[in-house]
């Protein structure tokens, strides 16, 4: 049997997607609420990891060392960094980058110590989703809002398309672990723009809906 961990954006995405486990058992931990059960074959446990790199990297941790998951899967939500993205769009990270961090000579800026640059989702598991845009995630612990911020960002990486605060994390702690993940982001606003909020209020509406429904794929492909 598969065991597969998921790291979840929302609440609301938590509450939909359980509604599918079958013989769900809730668990505590480090102040986080997992859910194991299972779909068919696949023993699942999933987690809302909360924001930034530190809750995203205990919460994969937890699920690799506590659960003991073959793979993790992460969905959530991320600001975009390219022009030709939609409110909605959802992209497979390929490619993680961390957008914040220097280490200082040798290292090249993003990259951590005795890591590679970029961080990757399994190459087998991005397949299962053939017809979302592919490319690179920026990731970083705080939260983009003006124009200048995302365009210092894209112009460390212009191949960057979204920009979030967990996925590096999650891609280091996957790394580390040998454990294959998939990475799939969500638009949810653009940074600097005039109506930002806006945006991402009107996002929240049928996101997490959209985000439940891409998760099943993925785990429909299994």
Known sequence: M????LLIAMEK?????????????????????????NIGDKQITAVVSGMGNVNAALCTSDLINLFGVDMIINIGVSGGLDATLNIGDFI???????????????????????CPLFFHSAPQLAAL????????LCCGDMFITKAEELANIKKQF????????????IAQTCYLYDKPL???RQISDTPGVEHQI???????????????????EILEKL
């Not at 212009?158 to 994390?169: C, K, R």
């Open 13 to 37: 995405e938590m509450e939909l997607f359980t509604e599918s486990l079958q013989n769900m058992l809730p668990r505590k931990i480090h102040k986080c609420n997992f859910y194991s059960g």
């Open 92 to 114: 497979v990270g390929d490619d993680i980058v961390y957008h914040d961090l220097w280490c200082g000579e040798p290292y090249i800026y993003g990259q951590v110590a005795g």
């Open 129 to 136: 989703l053939p017809d979302l845009r592919h490319g690179l």
């Open 158 to 169: 212009p191949d960057g398309l979204a920009v979030d605060m967990e996925s590096a994390a």
């Open 182 to 184: 998939l990475s799939v």
């Open 198 to 216: 806006e945006q991402y209020e009107s996002f929240w509406q049928n996101a997490p809906q959209n985000s439940v429904k891409i998760l099943s």
């Open 2 to 5: 598969k065991k597969i961990g």
